[in-house]
């Protein structure tokens, strides 16, 4: 398996695809969200990230990495454990891009434990979209 990238996907009222990344990813690998370039930044307020355990023997943390270059980053990593057999989504309130947005623009998550994880990302489109 191998670090993996996935681009958000945007919403829209007549309803979208929700894709999942192409990989995998086991323990000790990354997962990176991004924006596309239609979007050209993430929504932290309307992201919401979906992460799906596989496996039925292991549970699998996940630690959300802190951002390089903003207010908030003194706040540092978060955790998240995603229990066997599980599927979390994680967003909301605590989840801000002054925390965990990073200076190229996307959001990484490193995960411990074998997994495999699936994940997708989806936001709401902003007004203008």
Same mark, same amino acid.
């Given at each position: 398996?191998?670090?993996?990238?996935?681009? #958000?996907? %945007?919403?829209?009222?007549?309803? &979208?695809?929700?894709? &999942?990344?192409?990989?995998?990813?086991?323990?000790?690998?990354?997962?990176?969200?991004?924006?596309?370039?239609?979007?050209? &930044?993430?929504?932290?307020?309307?992201?919401?990230? %979906?992460?799906?355990?596989?496996?039925?023997?292991?549970?699998?943390?996940?630690?959300?990495?802190?951002?390089?270059?903003?207010?908030?980053?003194?706040?540092?990593?978060?955790?998240?454990? #995603?229990?066997?057999?599980?599927?979390?989504? #994680?967003?909301?309130?605590?989840?801000?891009? &002054?925390?965990?947005?990073?200076?190229?623009?996307?959001? #990484?998550?490193?995960?411990?434990?074998?997994?495999? %994880?699936?994940?997708?990302?989806?936001?709401?489109?902003?007004?203008?979209?």
């Amino acid at each position: 398996m191998a670090n993996g990238t996935l681009k #958000v996907t %945007t919403m829209t009222l007549a309803g &979208a695809s929700i894709t &999942a990344a192409s990989t995998t990813i086991a323990s000790s690998e990354t997962m990176t969200i991004s924006a596309t370039t239609a979007q050209s &930044a993430l929504d932290f307020n309307s992201l919401a990230v %979906t992460v799906a355990n596989a496996s039925s023997t292991a549970s699998v943390t996940l630690s959300l990495g802190a951002g390089s270059n903003f207010s908030e980053i003194g706040q540092g990593a978060y955790s998240i454990t #995603v229990a066997t057999a599980t599927t979390v989504v #994680v967003g909301g309130q605590g989840f801000e891009s &002054a925390r965990f947005l990073n200076s190229s623009g996307a959001v #990484v998550f490193t995960q411990a434990g074998a997994g495999p %994880t699936t994940w997708t990302a989806t936001q709401y489109p902003r007004a203008t979209e």
